[in-house]
């Protein structure tokens, strides 16, 4: 992308960075971006990271490309990187690497979400 500063996002430990953010509870649609592109179910959206429902094991560690349809901003590319699995569940993503540009667009639709609906703190 011309013009874009890639950012990368770094965290300690899984466990930091856990509960860092805000969530919104989703369904979101997506893609996990390789050969082919796969469709996948987001939950727990945050500006951190999320969660992928999958009945296939996601081993830890593992580096990929997601795409995400936000509401209000529409596609979104970005890095993720898995953090843990619940097995037959799916798998936590902490994203890894994004432009600057995505991150104000995926920060904008977090908060048109959490603003629109009431939510418990």
């Known amino acids: 992308m011309t013009g874009s500063t890639e950012r ?7 466990t930091d960075d856990r509960r860092q953010h805000e969530r919104v509870p989703g369904p979101f649609d997506g893609f996990r971006v390789g050969a082919l592109e ?9 500006r ?9 094991e996601q081993a830890i560690g593992v580096s990929f490309t997601l795409k995400i349809e936000l509401p209000y901003e529409g596609w979104i590319r970005l890095r993720g990187e898995t953090l843990y699995q619940k ?21 904008r639709a977090i908060d048109m979400l959490l603003n629109r609906a009431p939510h418990d703190e």
């Not at 990368?8 to 899984?14: M, P």
């Not at 796969?38 to 945050?46: E, G, K, M, N, V």
């Open 8 to 14: 990368s996002i770094t965290t300690s430990t899984a």
């Open 38 to 46: 796969t469709p996948i179910r987001i939950y727990d959206l945050s």
């Open 48 to 56: 951190g990271g999320c969660f992928i429902t999958a009945t296939h």
């Open 87 to 107: 097995p037959d569940y799916g798998f936590a993503v902490r994203f890894t690497e994004m432009t600057d540009d995505t991150a104000h667009r995926l920060e």
